[in-house]
C-alpha cells in the first residue's frame, strides 16, 4: 500500500516534467495547427459546401488543395481493409502469454484508466436512474472483447458490441458466451445470484455504417457509448468522422455520455517536430507521420504508421480536439471533459489505487527476485532510482512504468462528450440545447 502511495508520487513528478515539456512544445504546435486552419478557412470562403451547419474550417470537401493532398496518399490503399486484416490476425493470447508481453504494464495500466473511465460515467448516469434501472451500452470498435468484464462489473443490462474485425468480433462473442455460462453455472448454485447483461453483436465499419439499423431494435435508446483507443481511425475524412459521431450521438439518450480513449495530436506532432525525419519512439513503439510538411498537419487525413511491440501494426489519424469538439457539437455532442492520461491518473490514483494493485498496473522497482525487470534496466528505470533515493529507507520497493512503456501510454488522452437536448425546429430539423 505504502510503496504505491510512494509510486503514485513519484509518477507524478515525473509527469509534472514531461507534462510542462510538452506544455511548451504545445503552445507552439497549437499556433502551427492554428495557423493552418485560418489558412484553410481562407481558402474555403468560396467553396460550396455540403452541410451548411458544419463549421466553415471543417468544410474541406475534397476541394482544398492540402485536404485533397492528404486524402490522396490514403486512397492509395484502403486504409480501413488494413486496419480490419492487421486485427483479425492478431493471434488470439491467453493470459499467461499476455503475462510474458514486454509491455504488459503498460497494457494493465490502459486498462485501468478504461476501467475508472467507465465507472467515472457510468456512476454520473446511474445518479440520475431509480434503482435497478436498466442501463444500455454502444462499444463502438469492441476487438476482441477487452472491456467484457468491465461492463459486467458495472451492472449493465443491455450491451451491443460493433466491430470492422470480424475475426475480432467472433473472439468477442465467444468470450461473452463463456462469462455468461460461467455466470449461469454460479447462478444455479446461488439463487439471489444475478443474470448478466444481454448482448448483440454487430460486424460493421463504424465510420461508413449507420449502425442504429442493425440493432436488433432500432428503436432502442443507450445510456453510454464507449469507444477505446479507436475513435483515431475515423479521421481519415470528414465524412468518416461525422459517421462516427452520428452513430454516438443517434445511439444516446438526452444526458447519456460518449467516452473514449484516443492519441493526443498536439503531443504526437510536438514529438514530431522534435525529431529528424519523420520516425520517431522506442525500442516498444514508433511513429511514422507519412506528410513531409511537418507545420501543417491537415485536419483530416493526416495519417502516421503506429506500431506497438506485437499489438499494433496500421496507419492512424490525427484528431485535433478543436475540429473534433465542432463537429460533435453539431451532432449534438457537448464536450465534458479532455483529460491526457496523466492527468486522469493523478485524479484517480488515490481512488483507484487498489485497483491498479489488483490489475498489476505496475511494475515492481526494484524486482522481486523470481520477477526480473521488463525494461532495460540500465535504461528504463532512472526515475525509479532518483525517486527512492528521497525515500525513507524502509520504503524498499515502489511500484512504476518503464520509461519506454511510459513514453506510449503519456501520448493518449481520455474524452467525454453528453448528449444534449434535441428540439425540432420549424423545418423539421434537430437543433441541439445545453441542459
Ligand atoms: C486498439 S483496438 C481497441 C479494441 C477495444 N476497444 C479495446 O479497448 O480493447 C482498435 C479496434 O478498433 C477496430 N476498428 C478500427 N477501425 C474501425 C472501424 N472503421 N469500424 C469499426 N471498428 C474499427 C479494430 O478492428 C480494433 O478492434
Same mark, same amino acid.
Given at each position: 500500500?505504502?510503496?504505491?502511495?510512494?509510486?503514485?508520487?513519484?509518477?507524478?513528478?515525473?509527469?509534472?516534467?514531461?507534462?510542462?515539456?510538452?506544455?511548451?512544445?504545445?503552445?507552439?504546435k @497549437?499556433?502551427?495547427?492554428?495557423?493552418?486552419?485560418?489558412?484553410?478557412?481562407?481558402?474555403?470562403?468560396?467553396?460550396?459546401?455540403?452541410?451548411?451547419s458544419?463549421?466553415s474550417?471543417?468544410?474541406?470537401s475534397?476541394?482544398?488543395?492540402?485536404?485533397?493532398?492528404?486524402?490522396?496518399?490514403?486512397r492509395?490503399?484502403?486504409?480501413?481493409t488494413l486496419?480490419?486484416?492487421?486485427y483479425?490476425?492478431?493471434?488470439?493470447?491467453?493470459?499467461?502469454?499476455r503475462?510474458?508481453s514486454?509491455?504488459v504494464?503498460?497494457?494493465?495500466f490502459?486498462?485501468?484508466?478504461k476501467?475508472?473511465l467507465?465507472?467515472?460515467?457510468?456512476?454520473?448516469?446511474?445518479?440520475?436512474?431509480?434503482?435497478?434501472?436498466?442501463?444500455?451500452?454502444?462499444?463502438?470498435?469492441?476487438?476482441?472483447?477487452?472491456?467484457?468484464?468491465?461492463w459486467?462489473?458495472?451492472?449493465?443490462?443491455?450491451?451491443? @458490441?460493433?466491430?470492422?474485425?470480424?475475426?475480432?468480433?467472433?473472439?468477442?462473442?465467444?468470450r461473452?458466451?463463456?462469462?455468461?455460462?460461467?455466470?449461469?453455472?454460479?447462478?444455479?448454485?446461488?439463487?439471489?445470484?444475478?443474470?448478466?447483461?444481454?448482448a448483440?453483436?454487430?460486424?460493421?465499419? @463504424?465510420?461508413?455504417v449507420?449502425?442504429r439499423?442493425?440493432?436488433?431494435?432500432?428503436?432502442?435508446?443507450?445510456?453510454?457509448?464507449? @469507444?477505446?483507443?479507436?475513435?483515431?481511425?475515423?479521421f481519415?475524412?470528414?465524412?468518416q468522422?461525422?459517421c462516427?459521431?452520428?452513430?454516438?450521438?443517434?445511439?444516446?439518450?438526452?444526458?447519456?455520455?460518449?467516452?473514449?480513449?484516443?492519441?493526443?495530436?498536439?503531443?504526437?506532432?510536438?514529438?514530431?517536430?522534435?525529431?529528424?525525419?519523420?520516425?520517431?519512439?522506442?525500442?516498444?513503439y514508433?511513429?511514422?507521420?507519412?506528410?513531409?510538411?511537418?507545420?501543417?498537419?491537415?485536419?483530416?487525413?493526416e495519417?502516421?504508421?503506429?506500431?506497438?511491440?506485437?499489438?499494433?501494426?496500421?496507419?492512424?489519424?490525427?484528431?485535433y480536439?478543436?475540429?473534433?469538439?465542432?463537429?460533435?457539437?453539431k451532432h449534438?455532442?457537448?464536450?465534458v471533459a479532455?483529460?491526457?492520461?496523466?492527468?486522469?491518473?493523478k485524479?484517480?490514483?488515490?481512488?483507484?489505487?487498489?485497483?491498479?494493485?489488483?490489475?498489476?498496473?505496475?511494475?515492481?522497482y526494484?524486482?522481486?527476485?523470481?520477477?526480473?525487470?521488463?525494461?532495460?534496466?540500465?535504461?528504463?528505470?532512472?526515475?525509479?532510482?532518483?525517486?527512492?533515493?528521497?525515500?525513507?529507507?524502509?520504503?524498499r #520497493?515502489?511500484?512504476t512504468?518503464?520509461?519506454?512503456?511510459?513514453?506510449?501510454?503519456?501520448?493518449?488522452?481520455?474524452f467525454?462528450?453528453?448528449?444534449? #437536448?434535441?428540439?425540432?425546429?420549424?423545418e423539421?430539423?434537430p437543433e441541439?440545447?445545453?441542459?
Amino acid at each position: 500500500m505504502s510503496a504505491l502511495h510512494v509510486e503514485n508520487k513519484t509518477e507524478t513528478e515525473e509527469k509534472k516534467q514531461s507534462a510542462s515539456e510538452i506544455a511548451k512544445t504545445e503552445i507552439s504546435k @497549437c499556433t502551427n495547427v492554428e495557423s493552418s486552419r485560418k489558412r484553410k478557412h481562407d481558402a474555403e470562403e468560396d467553396v460550396t459546401v455540403a452541410s451548411t451547419s458544419v463549421p466553415s474550417d471543417l468544410t474541406m470537401s475534397g476541394s482544398t488543395k492540402k485536404y485533397k493532398d492528404a486524402t490522396d496518399i490514403n486512397r492509395v490503399i484502403d486504409n480501413t481493409t488494413l486496419v480490419a486484416d492487421h486485427y483479425n490476425s492478431l493471434e488470439e493470447k491467453d493470459l499467461s502469454q499476455r503475462n510474458q508481453s514486454r509491455i504488459v504494464y503498460m497494457r494493465n495500466f490502459n486498462n485501468w484508466i478504461k476501467s475508472m473511465l467507465i465507472n467515472e460515467y457510468i456512476g454520473k448516469i446511474r445518479q440520475g436512474k431509480s434503482f435497478g434501472a436498466s442501463l444500455r451500452v454502444l462499444d463502438m470498435c469492441c476487438g476482441k472483447g477487452g472491456d467484457l468484464l468491465k461492463w459486467k462489473k458495472a451492472n449493465i443490462s443491455h450491451l451491443i @458490441c460493433a466491430d470492422i474485425a470480424q475475426v475480432s468480433l467472433e473472439q468477442c462473442q465467444q468470450r461473452y458466451n463463456d462469462i455468461l455460462n460461467k455466470n449461469k453455472d454460479r447462478g444455479s448454485k446461488d439463487r439471489g445470484f444475478a443474470p448478466i447483461f444481454t448482448a448483440e453483436f454487430i460486424t460493421a465499419d @463504424c465510420t461508413k455504417v449507420r449502425l442504429r439499423e442493425k440493432f436488433a431494435d432500432p428503436s432502442m435508446q443507450l445510456d453510454f457509448v464507449s @469507444c477505446q483507443f479507436a475513435f483515431h481511425y475515423s479521421f481519415e475524412s470528414l465524412s468518416q468522422a461525422e459517421c462516427m459521431l452520428q452513430n454516438a450521438s443517434e445511439s444516446l439518450k438526452p444526458g447519456g455520455y460518449f467516452v473514449g480513449t484516443i492519441p493526443d495530436a498536439y503531443d504526437l506532432v510536438s514529438r514530431w517536430q522534435k525529431c529528424d525525419g519523420n520516425k520517431f519512439g522506442n525500442d516498444v513503439y514508433s511513429v511514422e507521420f507519412i506528410s513531409e510538411d511537418k507545420t501543417k498537419p491537415a485536419l483530416f487525413g493526416e495519417k502516421y504508421n503506429f506500431h506497438l511491440d506485437g499489438v499494433v501494426d496500421c496507419p492512424e489519424f490525427l484528431v485535433y480536439l478543436p475540429t473534433l469538439c465542432k463537429l460533435a457539437l453539431k451532432h449534438g455532442l457537448e464536450l465534458v471533459a479532455f483529460e491526457r492520461f496523466e492527468e486522469f491518473y493523478k485524479r484517480f490514483k488515490d481512488e483507484g489505487r487498489s485497483l491498479l494493485g489488483n490489475m498489476q498496473a505496475l511494475e515492481t522497482y526494484p524486482p522481486y527476485h523470481e520477477s526480473p525487470l521488463l525494461g532495460d534496466s540500465e535504461r528504463d528505470y532512472h526515475h525509479a532510482i532518483e525517486y527512492m533515493q528521497n525515500l525513507p529507507a524502509n520504503h524498499r #520497493k515502489i511500484g512504476t512504468l518503464s520509461q519506454s512503456e511510459w513514453e506510449v501510454t503519456s501520448l493518449y488522452a481520455v474524452f467525454s462528450f453528453r448528449k444534449m #437536448k434535441t428540439i425540432w425546429n420549424s423545418e423539421g430539423k434537430p437543433e441541439y440545447v445545453k441542459f
